[in-house]
């Protein structure tokens, strides 16, 4: 059995730790794009939730600070989450669209996180699936899923990333 220390309890984690999570959540995102289990949209991720929410294994919640007066997003957000907590899916929240659009759109083939017609990538909600044909082993996905696991024991649901720009 593990037991977490005083500093680990207070739910103040270290900037290299917080680093670490930020590349695994990188790496997750770049393995699942071209295997197609990345759904990205708000609209798009409710209605694979609704359809298949135990293929579902990583939920990301993506905003901007000019997002937070956004109520209609942050209602879209809340009953998200509810979902997600109801169906023991991890949940991330991520500080910076624009990176994420950028890992999404870049290991995608250049897009620059653009759709094909040529609009942003809605990267708001952004869904992690299981590929149906084989059980996903990802060292990176299990370390987010730790990771997702501890902030829930310190009473921190759905933890904040920062995706740092490069």
């Not at 270290?14 to 393995?31: F, G, H, I, P």
Request: charged content about 25%.
């Amino acid at each position: 059995m593990y037991t977490m220390t005083f500093e680990e309890l207070s739910g103040d984690y270290s900037q290299e730790r917080m680093d670490t999570v930020a590349k695994a959540l990188e790496e997750v995102l770049t393995s699942a794009l071209p295997q197609g289990c990345i759904t990205a949209g708000v609209y798009e991720a409710a209605k694979s939730l609704n359809v298949d929410p135990d293929n579902v294994v990583l939920c990301i919640l993506a905003t901007d600070d000019e997002d937070v007066k956004d109520v209609a997003l942050q209602i879209h957000f809340t009953l998200i989450q509810a979902f997600c907590c109801e169906n023991d899916i991890n949940i991330l929240r991520v500080n910076n669209t624009r990176r994420l659009a950028e890992i999404l759109g870049g290991a995608g083939g250049g897009s620059g996180g653009k759709q094909s017609g040529g609009e942003p990538l809605d990267v708001h909600c952004v869904l992690v699936t299981s590929p149906h044909s084989t059980s996903w082993k990802d060292p990176a996905l299990s370390k987010l899923n730790r990771f997702c696991r501890e902030s829930r024991c310190m009473d921190q649901w759905v933890p904040i990333i920062n995706l740092p720009e490069r």
